[in-house]
């Protein structure tokens, strides 16, 4: 049975699959800070919900690239799946890999106990440190990457970094760079860019 979140409350199921955790679709981005916490918390509380519909088995999943819009954008996995205890959770990778076109999801069982929603409420600043809120951030380019940057990626070889966006975000941080195969933006907290000499 298909359903959203909302209309999943008071109902449980033996299985339960939860898919597009990513950043960006759960949690939705705020559009201001004022109410950002606020809105969080509330989706926070709503994947708890989600989550604990399951009786049995809870399958949570994401893609690392989704059409949105029209345009074919890099997420990767919601934040909010850090808070869970990796000791609850059994991570599984599915990958398809092609010339220059890589598409890769994961899986995420969790056998559902008490302990999770004691690791739900994380404090203020765990908080705004996943969501790159000001005054979260280390120093400003955490990264220490800048345009014209020579960088090694494990599956699109060697390249030069055109443009940051959000760099002093540390979730959110992404780079264009260009590869021999084209034009990339990935985001710096999964693609794990080597700085090269």
């Known amino acids: 049975q298909l359903m959203t979140v909302h209309s999943s409350k008071g109902l449980e199921f033996d299985t ?3 898919t597009g955790l990513e950043e960006g679709l759960f949690p939705h981005p705020a559009k201001d800070n004022e109410d950002a916490l606020q809105a969080l918390d509330e989706e926070r509380r709503l994947l708890y919900v989600a989550m604990t519909r399951a009786r049995k088995h809870l399958r949570i999943s994401w ?17 909010f799946l850090q808070e869970i205890p990796e ?4 991570r599984i990778r599915s990958r398809y890999d092609a010339l220059c076109a890589v598409t890769n999801s994961e899986t995420w069982r969790y056998s559902p106990r008490s302990s999770w929603q004691n690791t739900s409420r994380q404090t203020p600043a765990m908080r705004d440190v996943a969501f790159g809120f000001p005054g979260t951030t280390k120093e400003a380019n955490p990264w220490n ?13 060697t390249g030069t970094v ?7 975000s540390i979730n959110r941080a992404s780079a264009w760079v260009q590869f021999s195969c084209g034009r ?3 985001l ?5 860019l080597e700085k090269m000499d």
């Open 145 to 157: 990457l800048s345009s014209g940057d020579k960088v090694k990626h494990r599956k699109f070889g």
């Open 16 to 18: 339960v699959f939860l």
């Open 87 to 90: 000791t609850e959770t059994q």
């Open 188 to 192: 710096l907290s999964v693609a794990k």
């Open 162 to 168: 055109i443009k940051l966006v959000n760099a002093q």
């Open 63 to 79: 893609c690392e690239q989704r059409r949105l819009y029209g345009d074919l954008r890099r997420t990767g996995a919601s934040s």
């Open 184 to 186: 990339k933006e990935l």
